[in-house]
Nanobody, 128 residues
């Protein structure tokens, strides 16, 4: 299993962009699927985006499709989430996660139970 640390959160305005990064250490990151989740106050944690071990497939929640992009650099052990055209509904704590099952069906946002390592989260607040 990997140890994960997120960074890049902050306070932004509606329509702004933000890039979240997740740095991994330990484990064999290059063989793991990875994902970003978020949890807003009073709501359940939800999948935002997932990516296969080699970046060959990815999937997104309908609410972020076309605005967010997940990518990875296995050499640097990084997973990033490019977030564009942010909306107040995107306000949440964002978590990075990895799964030792590296495969990902196309256009699939994996569920929480599929992941076995989690970061501590980074707050994203979108102000109107």
């Amino acid at each position: 299993q990997a140890q994960l640390r997120e960074s890049g959160g902050g306070l932004v305005q509606v329509g702004d962009s933000l890039i979240l990064s997740c740095a991994a250490s330990g484990g064999t990151f290059g063989t793991y699927a990875a994902g970003w989740f978020r949890q807003a106050p009073g709501k359940a944690r939800e999948c935002v985006a997932s990516i296969a071990w080699n970046g060959g497939t990815s999937g997104y929640a309908d609410s972020v499709l076309g605005r967010f992009t997940i990518s990875r650099d296995n050499a640097k052990k990084l997973v990033t989430l490019q977030m564009n055209n942010l909306d107040p509904e995107d306000t949440a704590v964002y978590y990075c996660a990895t799964s030792v099952n590296g495969r990902l069906p196309p256009r699939t946002c994996l569920e929480e139970h599929e992941f076995d390592s989690w970061g501590q989260g980074t707050q994203v607040t979108v102000s109107s």
